[in-house]
């Protein structure tokens, strides 16, 4: 069984366990003052791209909890943060996304195309709520005559105050279907962002704790790094799911209420 007392850093999704689109979810200001009272490292790592690293700092400043910049890790950076490593024919690219994964693009030194531009070696794509016929198009062309084909995240579907609503993987199935491409995930499942996150910590996977709330993604992504996991039920997977699920996490608890317990009981 794990021991909260053995958990050196918390590695925690956002989306469904933070919050649900702008609605802080119950626990969250007295989970954040467990970790610092505990001195546990924690990275907030989210398969959500479409905004930076300081936006989500503010979000959270405004449900009254202080993280650093250094403390965020999303899909759009861990991509751009892999991309900018290889080498290509040219540093042109078309994103589909928000200002998460277009600042990180352009900050590791990629040129952004204007829709209906092509030559890209690279089309990356991230949640885009601004998504048009003309994006799609821009996008499938730059594919079709080439160009590299990479998403930021799978996720079929996002937790909303609304309810459960279309994600960037239903983006992905689109241009799929256009191309006939299949895109390379650089977010979870992929084991990537977690294996980044942890060299950003200087930490080995026994120490670390991933929480997540999607079994397809979150926890499944730290069964490939090797990592313990968390499930809490606050966001999309059920606990019926566990008994198809693709991974099975370390422990199920209810939400960050029933995780803070758990911490502070160690």
């Known amino acids: 069984m794990l021991a909260s007392a053995d958990v050196q850093a918390l ?5 469904g366990v933070l919050w649900e689109g ?5 626990g969250l200001v007295p989970f954040f003052e467990s970790i610092r009272r505990r001195g546990l490292k924690v990275v907030l790592a989210t ?7 300081a936006q989500y700092v503010a979000k959270l400043a ?4 202080d993280v650093a910049e250094a ?6 950076v861990a991509t751009a943060e892999v991309l900018s490593a290889r080498p290509w024919p040219s540093r042109k690219a078309f994103v589909l996304g928000g200002d998460g994964i277009r600042r990180a693009m352009e900050n590791a030194g ?3 195309l204007g829709l209906y531009e092509t030559g890209a070696a690279v089309v990356v794509v991230g949640m885009d709520r601004g998504l048009s016929w ?18 930021t995240n799978p996720d079929l579907t996002v937790p909303s105050e609304h309810g459960t609503t279309h994600g960037n993987g239903a983006i992905l199935a689109a241009l799929t279907a256009a191309t006939g491409l299949t895109p390379e995930i650089i977010g979870k499942p992929e084991p990537t962002m977690y294996q980044l996150t942890l060299a950003h910590l200087g930490i080995t996977p026994a120490t670390a704790l991933a929480v997540g709330d999607r079994l397809d993604t979150d926890i499944l992504g730290a069964v490939r790094a090797g990592m313990a996991s968390v499930l809490v039920l606050s966001g999309v997977s059920t606990r019926a799911d566990l008994a198809t699920g693709p991974a099975q996490p370390s422990l199920v608890m209810t939400d960050i209420r029933e995780l803070t317990d758990w911490l502070n009981a160690g």
Request: aromatic residues 6%.
């Open 110 to 112: 990629f040129e952004l």
């Open 134 to 151: 003309d994006k799609l198009a821009t996008a499938t062309l730059n594919l079709r005559a080439g160009a590299t084909f990479v998403g």
């Open 47 to 53: 398969n959500n791209a479409s905004q930076t690293p």
């Open 62 to 65: 405004g449900f009254g909890v």
């Open 11 to 15: 590695i925690v999704d956002m989306d």
């Open 71 to 76: 403390e965020v890790m999303t899909s759009a």
């Open 22 to 26: 702008n609605r802080a979810l119950p």
